[in-house]
C-alpha cells in the first residue's frame, strides 16, 4: 500500500502560481509513476499532468501544457506540481495519484490505484 497527501493549494489570483506536493508513504520501495488529476464542482476529474519514475518522461494534458510542470524527488518521496499563469478555470480540487506497478505514467483515471485526499486550489479573477 502506499499513502499519498497533497499540500501547496490555497486561493490566489489569476496570473499568479503555486507549487503542489504530494509527499508517499508507505510502500514507496516500490517503483511507481505519478499523475496529477484535479476536480471542479460539478464536473468529472480530469486528468492534469504525469511522470514516471525515474521522472525522465512526462506528459500534459493540453489545457495546462506550457503552464504547469510535474516533477519528482524520489530521494523525498515527493511528487510536485509547479503552476503558473493560473487562470480562473484551473479552480479545482487536485488530486496526487500513482498507478500500482507501472512505470510509465497514463492520462487515464482508471491506470491509478492509489490516491490522495486532494488539496483544493481557486484562482480568482
Do not use: H
Not at 499540500?7 to 516500490?30: I, K, N, P
Not at 493540453?62 to 479552480?91: C, H, W
Amino acid at each position: 500500500q502506499v499513502q499519498l497527501v497533497e499540500s501547496g493549494g490555497g486561493l490566489v489570483q489569476a496570473g499568479g502560481s503555486l507549487r503542489l506536493s504530494c509527499a508517499a508513504s508507505g510502500r514507496t520501495s516500490t517503483y511507481y509513476a505519478a499523475g496529477w488529476f484535479r476536480q471542479a464542482p460539478g464536473k468529472e476529474r480530469e486528468f492534469v499532468a504525469g511522470i514516471s519514475w525515474s521522472g525522465g518522461s512526462t506528459i500534459y494534458a493540453d489545457s495546462v501544457k506550457g503552464r504547469f510542470t510535474i516533477s519528482r524527488d524520489n530521494a523525498k518521496n515527493t511528487v510536485y506540481l509547479q503552476m503558473n499563469s493560473l487562470k480562473p478555470e484551473d479552480t479545482a480540487v487536485y488530486y496526487c495519484a500513482a498507478p500500482s506497478g507501472s512505470y510509465v505514467a497514463s492520462r487515464g483515471l482508471k491506470e491509478y490505484d492509489y490516491w490522495g485526499q486532494g488539496t483544493q486550489v481557486t484562482v480568482s479573477s
